[in-house]
């Protein structure tokens, strides 16, 4: 099967789900990818073709807000698409392939000629907006309060402009249900098995916890204050934060270990015990969280962040503990005093969740590939 992947983001460690679908693709079809280099880095097996690379940086993102709002659409999906991306697709052949998948390309504006195209939406933008609306200034408030009245058509035509709708989780999918009518399909994001194992139970270190994400991100932000009040309710543990904090005044954040950008989060996840996500603004799906069970590293969570995890009857048997903020540093001192067997035995759970829920060989591979041959059985 030749299969054309197109994404306005660079496939790699920080756009974890469009670099997992193209290594899972690959293994048995032939994957091109066309793309926007934003400046992360791009991981792509060696097999897969590179057709079209775009740079982006900083005043191209001003001047696609500044035409999106004079043409009426939302800056939500101008700040990632690239009319270069619209012209490489309509400068080529696309009957060559027999799959297209765009992620988050506004297809209904590019009259593509294809039998058969996957959108990925990866998460509602229509409920996105509100809850970026709520935890930013007053002017980005405003911004995106308005990009929400543009995206309440918008997103619609994007969804029906294809044969077939994927999204990162079935809160997700009920958002495009509720909202518009819209059937989208979950495939949940997921990690390759050969790039994780689980943990052989507590170090000889400190009992560590470990958060991990982009710092710039407001609810991310917004989660180190969280965590540095929980480090001073806990004895005997360290906080360590890995990821950019340029632009972070970390004084203020006396409680915490600042790592920095991390190339291998492998190297993260060997130094920590148990992961804390201190987040209440969440859409979509917590790729950060699965990550961490995918290295069998258990998980503290908020209710927001697990409702967007495939449903469980009892979470902390697999190693996920949900919580209010304020119960967080007596789950953590709970964890503490396990026994290593009993770590251990978490672990495992942790791992085991992630490869039936969230890796190729689980539930979600067979799923995605279902999807791609009914549209070829269909064309």
């Not at 709970?334 to 190729?360: H, I």
Request: charged share 25%; net charge neutral; proline share 3%.
């Amino acid at each position: 099967m030749k299969i054309l992947y197109v994404t306005p983001y660079t496939p790699g460690s920080v756009r974890v789900r469009s670099a997992g679908f193209i290594k899972f693709l690959a293994l048995d079809h032939d994957v091109s990818v066309a793309y926007i280099d934003d400046g992360s880095v791009a991981i792509l097996p060696a097999n897969v073709k590179v057709l079209y690379k775009d740079v982006d940086f900083f005043f191209r993102k001003i001047i696609s807000i500044i035409k999106a709002y004079l043409c009426g659409e939302p800056i939500t999906f101008s700040f990632y698409y690239r009319n270069s991306l619209g012209n490489f697709l309509n400068s080529i052949d696309l009957n060559a392939f027999d799959v297209l998948i765009l992620e988050r390309i506004p297809i209904h504006k590019l009259n593509l000629k294809h039998h058969n195209i996957i959108y990925d939406a990866v998460d509602c933008f229509y409920d996105q907006v509100q809850m970026l609306s709520s935890s930013t200034g007053l002017i980005k408030s405003i911004i995106y309060k308005l990009d929400r009245f543009l995206l309440k058509d918008y997103e619609k035509k994007v969804v029906k402009a294809s044969h077939s709708s994927i999204c990162v989780s079935k809160r997700e999918a009920d958002k495009f249900r509720l909202n518009w009518g819209l059937n989208v399909e979950v495939i949940p994001t997921f990690v390759s098995n050969d790039e994780t194992s689980e943990k052989n139970g507590a170090s000889d270190l400190k009992f560590a916890v470990g958060f991990h994400g982009k710092l710039s991100y407001p609810p991310n932000f917004y989660a180190l204050t969280r965590l540095n009040a929980i480090s001073k309710k806990c004895d005997d543990i360290s906080v360590r934060i890995v990821g950019d904090y340029a632009g972070i005044k970390i004084a203020e954040f006396d409680g915490l270990i600042f790592i920095g950008y991390e190339d291998k989060l492998e190297n993260h996840f060997e130094a920590i015990d148990v992961s804390v996500f201190p987040i209440t603004e969440h859409v979509g799906i917590s790729t950060k969280t699965i990550e961490s069970l995918a290295h069998g590293i258990p998980v503290v969570v908020t209710q927001e962040i697990a409702d967007g995890l495939i449903w469980s009857k009892k979470f902390s048997d697999h190693g996920i503990f949900v919580a209010s903020i304020d119960e967080f540093p007596i789950v953590i001192d709970r964890f503490y005093k396990l026994s290593n067997d009993e770590r251990v035995k978490l672990s495992m759970a942790a791992r085991n969740y992630f490869v039936e829920n969230y890796s190729p060989d689980g539930v979600n591979g067979r799923s995605l590939m279902e999807i791609l041959k009914l549209n070829l059985r269909e064309a």
